[in-house]
């Protein structure tokens, strides 16, 4: 049916952790990254449910696009078909966390209604659309995606609150602005996994 | 089928297909069937549909614990302990919460959720709790920020002891979207059972005393629930060292014309001490002069802080509390009936009153009183 | 700039009815980081310090703290620290304060003449957090509003 690149599952999981990190190497979802990394307990239930929603939507929407879109042909229209089936599993997700664990859910707070919008969700179904990943594939990138979301904003939450209690900085950079330039520096550091696993 | 329709059609299929999924997993996530609440170990059951807060849940069934901001989880007052297992105590409980009541599972019931069957523990006296209909008889400006407000009962009978509180619903009015309950002890005697009178100061700001002080009128229908609340007369012959201040007046006109008007504790002394800043701001002065007057045990000391000296203020002088000091040392006779103390008032008033009291030796367990926190 | 989700949600628990029944904006129609900003330069402007501000106040409430709920004199200043019973939350949900009300004027005019605002400032245990924390002094029309030429007026 779709013809995948032959790439190991592992390696898959690892690249998308470290190599193409969702956050640091393409820049998907810096909005809540910024607003939300100020602290550190938020950050950690952002993580989780980041991590959860993509996985889930990615093989949602992995059977979605196989079984719906391209036998129909309205490949144009899958930006819109993606955007609703998030927003609709967002919605169970918060259904049943807030049935079974309501301590996650109350944890997870406003966070997890602001994944429907947040584009790393959307941009990591998109790559697996690009890329033709298998199911198995889309699940393990999906899952790994979110845990290099995960990864990232925990380190930047614990840099900003060593950034919090430094006088030194300049007026005009504190906040946001110093922020920004430690995400680059962050960036430039994620570079340095390149050689090791290079998938695309 | 036309290429064109393919597309608008899919998609509102995939739509449609996701709402019935919510729409299913709805009704079967939040369905919580029937459960059962078991209150003091089996001695009421209660069959409830599960799915609300514990506190509206046993409300509905006319079990009305105490809450001042209506289930908010603002104030704090409608803890009560929960035996059954109902998950870890929320963030929202935990400012609210001693480490002695989280040890003992004291939840509030504003905050849990009847989800299963659950035990759990109320006083028994809040069975006697019940809603009334009321509407407002009479209102009264007795200082330039408090208000005696008078309801009559439209049926039915309240039956209370002096020194109990009752709460006020606040209707929806101007930008308040939601109803908001505020408790105020009832200042009027027991021994008339159609009529409730409470004694409201403004709050800037506040909900509720806003409501009173800007909107309410004679004549206007009103709910109150009650009574609640531990404060009351203590059947000793030990004579009553009481002190309060503005609005906290309410719940001790209501005991002191009610001991007079049922002789009861005919061998407690009963002294009064109120304090405010100029001879405006003092209330009630005249009718408690004149209980004075023709009650022999009652002796009021009426004290101002700051008097004017054109007010020609021929009563005590001094913050309330220097007073309450000195008359303990030096007029109130020490006897071997000893003293309680009756306090009302804002807490920095109750702790200072407190230190007095300690100091002139009343021990703490013989000091009641009412915290306005 | 784009507001944070908690500095939005923050102000959207300022409308009233939601945490009290006037809410905290009284008649301003400046959104709440205006406000926060004009008041910021107009704090630099008269030369005070938020902190310093907050601290005062909190002096001021404990010496009226004295009058146990009735007015009392402090200095030049009346002061009258009244407490009703309960809690509020911070609308930037970190903390809950006692729902006292204190309230400063000079101590010259009678109580029942001045007016919120113009001659007496009116606050809370929560105010002087929000002043402290937040640098909020609420809007124009609040009762509680903090404006700051009262605050160097009065206090200092």
């Given at each position: 049916m779709i013809d995948a690149p032959s790439v190991g599952l592992l390696s898959l999981?690892?690249?998308?952790?470290?190599?193409?990190?969702?956050?640091?190497?393409?820049?998907?979802?810096?909005?809540?990254?910024?607003?939300?990394?100020?602290?550190?307990?938020?950050?950690?239930?952002?993580?989780?449910?980041?991590?959860?929603?993509?996985?889930?939507?990615?093989?949602?929407?992995?059977?979605?696009?196989?079984?719906?879109?391209?036998?129909?042909?309205?490949?144009?229209?899958?930006?819109?078909?993606?955007?609703?089936?998030?927003?609709?599993?967002?919605?169970m997700l918060e259904m049943i966390i807030d049935r079974f664990s309501p301590a996650l859910y109350l944890a997870l707070g406003i966070f997890l209604p602001l994944?429907?919008?947040?584009?790393?969700?959307?941009?990591?179904?998109?790559?697996?659309?690009?890329?033709?990943?298998?199911?198995?594939?889309?699940?393990?990138?999906?899952?790994?995606?979110?845990?290099?979301?995960?990864?990232?904003?925990?380190?930047?939450?614990?840099?900003?609150?060593?950034?919090?209690?430094?006088?030194?900085?300049?007026?005009?950079?504190?906040?946001t602005g110093i922020t920004l330039i430690t995400i680059g520096f962050m960036a430039m550091a994620f570079v340095g996994f390149s050689g090791m696993i290079a998938v695309q | 089928m036309s290429p064109i329709l393919v597309g608008p059609l899919t998609v509102a299929g995939i739509s449609a297909v996701l709402a019935l999924i919510i729409a299913v997993l709805d009704k079967a996530l939040n369905n919580y069937g029937d459960v059962e609440i078991s209150i003091n170990g089996g001695e009421r059951k209660l069959e409830v549909k599960g799915g609300s807060p514990l506190l509206s849940t046993l409300a509905a069934e006319n079990i009305f614990v105490p809450s001042a901001c209506g289930g908010r989880g603002t104030c704090g007052a409608c803890k009560c302990k929960v035996i059954s297992d109902v998950g870890p105590h929320l963030p929202t409980e935990l400012p609210f919460m001693s480490p002695d009541e989280i040890a003992h599972n004291v939840r509030l019931s504003c905050q849990v959720k009847v989800r299963k069957n659950i035990e759990i523990e109320l006083p028994r006296e809040l069975f006697s709790i019940k809603k009334y209909k009321t509407h407002v008889e009479k209102i009264r400006d007795v200082t330039h920020d408090i208000k005696e407000v008078l309801f009559a009962l439209d049926s039915g009978e309240i039956d209370f002891v002096s020194g109990q509180y009752v709460q006020l619903v606040v209707p929806p009015y101007g930008d308040i979207k939601e109803s908001t309950q505020r408790a105020y002890s009832m200042s009027s005697k027991p021994s008339d059972k159609k009529h409730v009178e409470l004694l409201i100061r403004l709050v800037p700001g506040g909900i509720a005393t806003t409501w009173v002080h800007k909107f309410l009128k004679e004549g206007d229908a009103v709910e109150l629930v009650g009574p609640f609340g531990e404060f009351r007369v203590h059947d000793t012959p030990a004579a009553m060292i009481c002190v309060a201040g503005g609005s906290g007046m309410a719940p001790f006109k209501s005991i002191f014309y009610n001991l007079y008007e049922t002789s009861a504790f005919p061998e407690k002394d009963i002294w009064y001490f109120f304090g405010a800043r100029t001879s405006k701001d003092m209330f009630y002065l005249e009718e408690l002069r004149e209980l004075q007057a023709k009650w022999p045990r009652f002796h009021l000391v009426a004290a101002l802080s700051e008097p004017s000296p054109e007010e020609n203020w021929a009563g005590d002088t001094g913050l309330i509390t220097d007073v309450l000091d000195r008359y303990l040392q030096t007029v109130i006779p020490k006897n071997d009936k000893g003293w309680e103390g009756y306090l009302c008032g804002s807490p920095g008033m109750i702790n200072a009153c407190i230190n007095v009291m300690k100091k002139n030796g009343i021990t703490e367990d013989k000091i009641y009183y009412d915290k306005f926190a | 700039m784009k507001q944070s989700p908690a500095d939005k949600q923050a102000f959207e628990r300022m409308a009233p009815g939601i945490i009290t029944a006037a809410g905290f904006l009284g008649f301003d129609e400046r959104s709440p980081d205006r406000i926060i900003a004009e008041d910021e330069r107009a704090f630099e402007e008269l030369g005070l310090d938020f902190n310093n501000v907050a601290d005062r106040l909190e002096e001021l409430a404990h010496k009226g703290e004295a009058g146990l709920g009735e007015p009392i004199t402090v200095g030049e200043l009346l002061v009258q620290s009244g407490d009703a019973r309960g809690m509020l939350p911070c609308p930037w949900e970190d903390?809950?304060?006692?729902?006292?009300?204190?309230?400063?004027?000079?101590?010259?005019?009678?109580?029942?003449?001045?007016?919120?605002?113009?001659?007496?400032?009116?606050?809370?245990?929560?105010s002087i957090h929000m002043l402290r924390a937040h640098h909020f002094c609420q809007g124009r029309g609040s009762p509680f509003r903090l404006e700051p030429t009262l605050l160097k007026q009065l206090l200092f």
């Open positions: 999981f690892l690249a998308s952790i470290l190599t193409s990190n969702v956050l640091l190497a393409n820049f998907l979802g810096t909005c809540s990254f910024i607003s939300i990394s100020k602290d550190f307990k938020s950050s950690m239930g952002l993580g989780v449910a980041v991590t959860l929603v993509i996985g889930i939507t990615a093989a949602v929407c992995w059977a979605v696009l196989y079984f719906i879109i391209q036998p129909l042909g309205i490949e144009y229209l899958s930006f819109i078909i993606f955007i609703i089936v998030i927003a609709g599993v967002v919605q994944i429907t919008v947040n584009c790393a969700v959307l941009g990591v179904i998109l790559f697996m659309q690009i890329r033709k990943y298998s199911f198995p594939q889309a699940v393990i990138f999906g899952f790994g995606s979110g845990a290099g979301w995960w990864l990232a904003i925990m380190l930047l939450a614990s840099i900003r609150k060593k950034l919090d209690s430094n006088n030194a900085i300049p007026a005009g950079l504190k906040g | - | 903390g809950f304060f006692h729902k006292n009300a204190v309230s400063v004027s000079p101590a010259d005019t009678p109580l029942e003449a001045c007016v919120e605002g113009e001659d007496m400032l009116i606050y809370s245990e929560l």
